[in-house]
């Protein structure tokens, strides 16, 4: 945790306390503070992917702000760029974090706002941030193409990169006299093509309301902008097809164990006692595949079916249990609490199957119509551990504890078959794998860092987290519902 505090403290920081001061002193605010200004008062933020690039070299938070907020009383799912960082440039994890905050609000059906101050594409990565750059822009696409709607209000620079929110937004505000969209800088223009043009006439914000018809609204100053981002919002909200109960009874037993319970392995029932409603699961078969928890609950009034590792292999039975489940669990949210080495291994999963019955699995989780929301508490090493909602399953939330680890062999596999190669050899790897290596390599921190998950949490705020991911599921089917 204090690894963590210390990471998500210099994410916030942003460029550092010289630019913060010289970005407030143009009369401009941060990420945070225009993010806070846009929220309904007293609403909770569920900030995702905050140290997106840690371990990578890059700005850690890849000086942008993402996750999901109430905005109107509609949760929104929100991008924030932060020009206190590099200027605002976008780098591959930039891209990333935007693609996936993108691809949350398309799956939950929710409005994507996006508050854009960037100097286009940090020039120090351009190679590889050439295919997440286009998968930003192949998101942003699909998302007005599943009728979510995208409202994009700009401070200051957009160029390059940085335009593409504007230009596929439904609805568009600019700040008068701050505003510039435009492909390319003056300077870059006049290298190009030898024309020399000041910025504000190459796309400033009245040339953008004026002539191009890009600028739907111009706002007088960076609070009117958010009042106008408020506006829009009210305008598309759409009534819920059903609310769950307005009074909820809170967990009998306290959240402050979650630490206590992380560090002994995540028992999925003392988990589920500090999550659930009431303390109340109804668990299904509790007699059979007993590595694995199945049943009923509730968090925050909304319904969900659980899928809880309760040790650290899965076996034929503990598959079997989990097919029949995800069956019958349909169309209702399912939650997934993983702390997996893998699959079985061994003579006797082999004969019984295991290979097959590991495969149905895949297919049935990557086609179940039921969201999925993936908290991973401790292991999730190899197929197994990424079989049960990993990335590949298209989770709607994947979500890690600082306990949890993850890597595509686990750890004991990798330096055995090291050692093998080595003996085969009758000499030193290639490549020595030391288990120091591979506990960094497969560490919450470093697995987020590299956007593998939407981010990690305190133990403690799960069944917060889990509300506000139910809630957006909830709120898209109601949208849903509601659209012609």
Not at 147 to 165: K, R, V, Y
Not at 282 to 301: I, K, R, Y
Not at 348 to 376: H, K, M
Request: overall charge negative; glycine content about 12%; hydrophobic content about 45%.
């Amino acid at each position: 945790m204090a690894e963590l505090d210390a990471a998500i403290v210099k994410a916030r920081e942003g460029g550092g306390e010289k630019q913060v001061t010289r970005h407030h002193a143009r009369g401009k605010l941060l990420p945070r503070e225009r993010i806070e200004l846009l929220l309904d008062r007293d609403t909770a933020f569920l900030e995702l992917s905050t140290i997106a690039g840690f371990g990578t070299g890059h700005p850690v938070g890849a000086g942008v702000v993402t996750g999901i907020g109430v905005v109107e009383g509609t949760e929104c799912v929100i991008i924030a760029s932060d020009p206190t960082v590099r200027g605002g440039a976008v780098n591959a994890y930039s891209l990333l974090k935007m693609e996936r905050a993108a691809q949350i609000a398309a799956d939950n059906g929710l409005p994507l706002v996006s508050l854009i101050e960037s100097d286009g594409l940090d020039p120090s990565g351009q190679a590889e941030a050439l295919l997440p750059g286009g998968a930003v822009l192949g998101g942003q696409a699909r998302l007005r193409g599943r009728g979510s709607p995208s409202i994009c209000a700009i401070f200051g620079i957009a160029t390059a990169a940085g335009m593409s929110l504007p230009a596929l937004a439904d609805q568009v505000i600019l700040v008068r006299g701050q505003a510039r969209v435009h492909l390319a800088g003056s300077h870059v223009v006049r290298a190009a093509t030898g024309e020399v043009v000041d910025e504000e006439a190459l796309g400033g914000a009245t040339l953008h309301a004026t002539r191009t018809g890009l600028a739907d609204l111009l706002a007088e100053d960076e609070r009117d902008a958010l009042r106008l981002v408020r506006h829009a919002v009210r305008r598309l909200r759409t009534p819920r097809t059903a609310s769950p109960p307005g009074l909820v009874a809170p967990p009998k037993y306290d959240a402050d164990d979650l630490i206590a319970v992380a560090a002994a392995t995540s028992p999925a029932r003392e988990t589920l006692a500090r999550i659930l409603d009431g303390s109340e699961f109804d668990e299904v078969a509790p007699l059979f595949g007993e590595g694995l928890v199945t049943g009923w609950g509730s968090v925050h009034g909304h319904p969900i079916g659980v899928i809880a590792s309760d040790r650290p292999m899965l076996g034929v039975d503990e598959i079997a249990k989990a097919l029949r489940f995800i069956e019958i669990s349909a169309p209702v949210p399912l939650v997934l609490l993983v702390n997996s080495t893998g699959f079985a291994v061994g003579g006797d999963d082999e004969s019984r199957g295991i290979a097959v019955s590991a495969a149905r699995l895949v297919r049935a989780l990557a086609n179940t119509p039921a969201p999925l929301i993936t908290i991973v508490t401790g292991s999730a090493h190899g197929p197994g551990g990424q079989a049960l909602g990993g990335r590949g399953m298209n989770p709607r939330f994947l979500l890690s504890w600082p306990t949890a680890r993850a890597s595509a062999l686990p750890p004991a596999q990798v330096l055995a078959i090291a050692e093998h190669r080595s003996l085969a050899d009758d000499g030193e790897p290639d490549h020595p794998v030391t288990a120091l290596r591979l506990e960094e390599e497969s560490s919450a921190m470093r697995r987020s860092g590299l956007l593998a998950d939407d981010g990690i949490i305190d133990p403690r705020d799960t069944r917060t987290v889990l509300g506000i991911c139910l809630s957006s599921i909830h709120r898209g089917a109601a949208s849903e519902g509601n659209r012609p």
